[in-house]
């Protein structure tokens, strides 16, 4: 079974730019996390989706930050525009919406904003 | 406020050694207390979970005890290896809602 998949791995851009990065979770399940892992740190909750909603979004920095996930399976995280301090990992995991409580994290994208 | 709180930072020890490292939570609600393996440039992997009706769990060399009344947590770590040196994060939850702490990097001397 194929895990939870990110692109890019990498990317370096200038502050005031937009990025993207993409999700593919696990086949099946219906729950999908977005996090920010800065260095040295745990992981911080940015959006959580059940199935194409998005029911947790609190600490999503709407002014610039922006997810989808339209039909229920991958999603995309944006930012626009990047500024210095979104230097980070971010993280996607996804989790069933069965009994089991355990998420399955992707490898994350490290952006790099100069 | 922050909802888990982790300790130590950082943690060095000989092989062989048991490390422990300790994770404390603030909302009694809390049914679901994780502990995640993370590698440098990999994304956290689940090592071990607990439930709150249950004081100890072990999987292998790794041990969670769980002291529900003071809202502790702890891994401990058996053995250890090389290969063990990796961050470590504890998280908390209810349902499909998480709370990670900062992590502990956890270094094992041959």
């Known amino acids: 079974e194929a895990g939870v998949v990110q692109s890019p791995r990498y990317k370096i851009i200038e502050k005031k730019q937009p990025v993207a990065f993409w999700c593919n979770p696990i086949?099946?399940?219906?729950?999908l996390y977005w996090y920010r892992q800065n260095l040295g740190q745990g992981p911080e909750l940015l959006i959580r989706y059940e199935n194409e909603e998005a029911v947790d979004d609190s600490q999503l920095p709407k002014d610039r930050f922006s997810a989808e996930r339209l039909k229920g399976v991958d999603s995309t995280l944006k930012i626009q525009p990047a500024e210095l301090g979104d230097s980070a990992v971010y993280l996607c995991a996804s989790k069933t919406s069965g009994a089991s409580n355990e998420q399955f994290f992707g490898p994350g994208t490290r952006l790099t904003v100069l | 406020q922050q909802q888990v709180k982790q300790s130590p930072q950082s943690l060095i020890v000989q092989k062989g050694g048991i490390p422990i490292i300790n994770c404390a939570y603030e909302?009694?609600?809390?049914?679901?207390f994780p502990w995640y393996q993370q590698f440098p440039g990999k994304g956290p992997a689940l090592l071990i979970a607990i439930r709150p009706d249950v004081s100890e769990k072990k999987e292998g060399r790794f041990t969670i005890s769980f002291n529900k009344s003071a809202k502790q947590f702890s891994l401990h770590i058996m053995d250890s290896q090389p290969g063990d040196s990796a961050t470590y994060f504890c998280?908390?939850?209810?349902?499909?809602?998480?709370?990670f702490g900062t992590g502990t990097s956890l270094t094992v001397i041959p």
């Open positions: 998280a908390a939850g209810r349902g499909n809602q998480f709370y």
């Open positions: 909302n009694t609600a809390f049914d679901y």
């Open positions: 086949s099946g399940h219906n729950t």
